[in-house]
């Protein structure tokens, strides 16, 4: 199935270098583009995009304000900016954002942010969530995994996921395909309860399993 995307950032370099990084993804098709949020909402109700990438500061109407707008319909955001601050993330995803990520990001990591929207999913790039992990979340000792008991490569790589790293970097780690580590992903999340990457990162930051400690 092909992603259709709007990609909407007032700079016509920044939307031109987004559009050919993500057109080049083989299930991912850019249908359209915007210069300010006004536009972006115009032209998201004309072509009904599945994911909006859509900058975090643009003239007439900024990302989070377009970003509320589309709550509800079948149009899931993903914010991208040049901002590393955190209360544009806190802004971002309470206004509905299904991911938050860093125009300095990579291909695979843009290319993966849009598909985790695409697919109900959110992804916020691994620089900010390791920091506001290690903000907020502290260990909790003496609590287990959930209903079921990780496996030691379920632990491994939980651990990886609370660093913030992608299923291709885990997978180049540890000598494994992708596909390997999104089922390992896919067992870890069901085990834990939670729903998506960041609920991983949460308790698996919570068990202890990530900033060096002792993974066994």
Known sequence: MTIRLLIADDQDMVRRGLRRILDHQPDIQVIGEARDGEEALDVARALRPD???VDIRMPH?????VTRQMAGTPTRVVIVTTFDLDEYVYAALRHGASGFVLKRSGAVLLAEAV????????LISPSITVRLLKR??????????????????EIEIAAHVA?????ADIAAELFISSGTVKTHVASIQRKFGVRNRVGIAIRAWELGYAAGRDLR
């Open 163 to 167: 660093e913030g790293k992608t299923n």
């Open 115 to 122: 598909r985790a929207a695409a697919a109900g999913d959110s």
């Open 136 to 153: 907020l979340v502290a260990p909790v000792p003496g609590t287990g995994a959930g209903p079921e008991t990780l496996t030691p490569r």
């Open 61 to 65: 109407m900024d990302g989070l304000e």
């Open 51 to 53: 994911v909006a990438l």
